[in-house]
């Protein structure tokens, strides 16, 4: 990349920002390629080789070459997440959140999640007790973030399709509340040069201003003594410590300091009037792209959110008797309906989701476990690549990578030998992929058509994750 190929004024525009170095951030782009990184699932551990720890992330690795994401069938086990290392930050900030509430449960909010790489790290640092919320604003993006939340196989999160000022019907309801707010994108021209194309001192305004909207919006719904965690991909002082000190003006927030080590590179800032709390991210500093990440805490009430309930539909317990040989500690679950299939979430998260459900649209609440045609289950993916299921219930089929990467492309699968017959959890080295259902003379495929490989056997270095 050469300097040449920045937007016009952008440099410029980054005169005097904290810790800008104009020649090694110039370098940076035009010499270092992007470095690749993973997030490894906590609950679906791997052993990751060749590859060098994230410092700010527990579960992060620098990977020593880019490999073909697409063909690695862990990656579709849920294993692990490709995520850009800086924003694995927010991991530092959660822990660290989770430290100074003593570990009490938490109802999260991920505002903007799709496409649910920060959704899926604070589903990692989550303990059983709490809830995520993750919300996409923009419908046609919900369905990667429900399918990427499925991979991850945790039962206490909620997927939801709803404009941030909906959330303002929820008064005080969430403990922390991440907003990765729309910006402007210039932390991304390294690993996206095409982005520089959408960039301008107009766009960096309008940007400012929507983001202004959107935390406003979800401000309600953050409690007395909650989080607010802030972040974007963007350089421009504009959209990072002019909005802290903007969110200081306006509301009751307090900045938080974050610890952080400095052999990490990262600067930290202070806005100019309120002196807030902000770190900033570049690639000449650091092994990832660009970030800004702030961390408030909110000093009033916003009142309280209605207890009011809608009855769930009573169910006959032997009618649910059924389902719990398929669980793990059946007896923690809240069982429901939707249609003609059954869900699961952890009963303590029975009574949150009823009042999420009458203010909120809801695409995804817990695991869904199937259908029961008499007492037998016609299962459904989700339970699948759970943490909840219990696999002692069903047959195991181990898979080698080619026959992996066949059921991965719902082809027909080559020298499988079997003698069991019925429903079968398919796996890659000891991970589950999905259901087949072994048959005398054939295997039913029941990989979701929706998330099967369509790509080319031989894909191109540069394809996307």
């Known amino acids: 990349m050469n300097s040449t190929n920045f937007p016009p004024n952008f440099i410029e525009s980054l005169s005097g920002t904290p810790g800008f170095n104009e020649e090694n951030f110039i370098k940076s782009h035009e010499n270092n390629p992007a470095p690749t990184s993973i997030r490894v699932n906590p609950y679906k551990e791997i052993k990751v080789k060749n590859a060098q720890p994230v410092p700010w992330c527990k579960n992060g690795y620098y990977l020593n070459e880019r490999p073909s994401f697409t063909f690695d069938p862990l990656f579709h086990a849920g294993c692990y997440y490709v995520q850009e290392a800086s924003s694995m930050f927010i991991d530092t900030i959660i822990r660290q959140i989770k430290q100074k509430t003593e570990n009490n449960p938490l109802n999260i909010l991920d505002l903007c999640a799709a496409p649910g790489g920060k959704s899926t790290l604070l589903a990692s640092a989550m303990s059983a007790e709490d809830l995520l919320v993750a919300n996409e604003i923009i419908k046609t993006r919900v369905p990667v973030l429900g399918d990427n939340l499925t991979r991850w196989g945790l039962p206490n999160v909620i997927v939801t399709n709803n404009d941030a000022k909906d959330f303002g019907r929820l008064p005080g309801f969430f403990d922390v509340v991440l907003i990765d707010a729309p910006c402007s994108g210039s932390g991304m021209f390294r690993k996206d040069p095409d982005a520089m194309s959408e960039w301008s001192e107009a766009n960096v305004n309008l940007c400012h201003q929507r983001q202004e909207r959107i935390l406003a919006d979800a401000y309600p719904t953050l409690k007395e003594d909650g989080y607010l965690i802030y972040s974007t991909c963007s350089y421009s002082i504009e959209e990072n410590e002019q909005i802290l000190d903007w969110l200081c003006d306006t509301f009751a927030l307090e900045s938080i300091r974050i610890a952080t ?195 080319s056997p031989q894909p191109s270095p540069k394809e996307k994750e």
Not at 337 to 350: A, F, G, S, T, Y
Not at 369 to 380: F, Q, T, Y
């Open 261 to 455: 080590n400095s052999e990490w590179g990262i600067v930290e800032t202070q806005s100019e009037k309120h002196k807030a709390w902000g770190y900033r991210f570049y690639p000449d500093k650091v092994k990832g792209e660009g970030l800004f990440a702030a961390c408030l805490v909110k000093r009033e009430s916003s009142g309280q959110h209605s207890s009011h309930k809608t009855k769930f539909q009573k169910i006959n317990t032997k009618e649910i008797a059924p389902l719990h040989i398929y669980i793990n500690h059946p007896e923690d679950y809240h069982y429901f309906k939707v249609n003609d299939e059954w869900l699961v979430i952890p009963e303590q998260h029975r009574d949150s989701m009823l009042l999420l459900q009458q203010y909120l649209y809801i695409k995804k609440s817990g695991v869904r476990i199937g259908k029961l045609a008499g007492r037998e289950l016609i299962p459904d993916h989700d339970l699948a690549l759970s943490n909840i299921i219990n696999k002692d219930t069903f047959t195991k089929t181990a898979l080698n990578k080619d026959q992996a990467i066949a059921y991965l492309r719902r082809d027909n699968i080559i020298d499988l030998e079997t003698a069991q017959k019925g429903w079968s959890l398919m796996e890659f080295e000891g991970h589950t992929l999905g259901w087949a259902k072994l048959l005398p003379n054939r295997i039913n495929n029941y990989y979701p058509k929706e998330l099967r490989i369509i790509a």
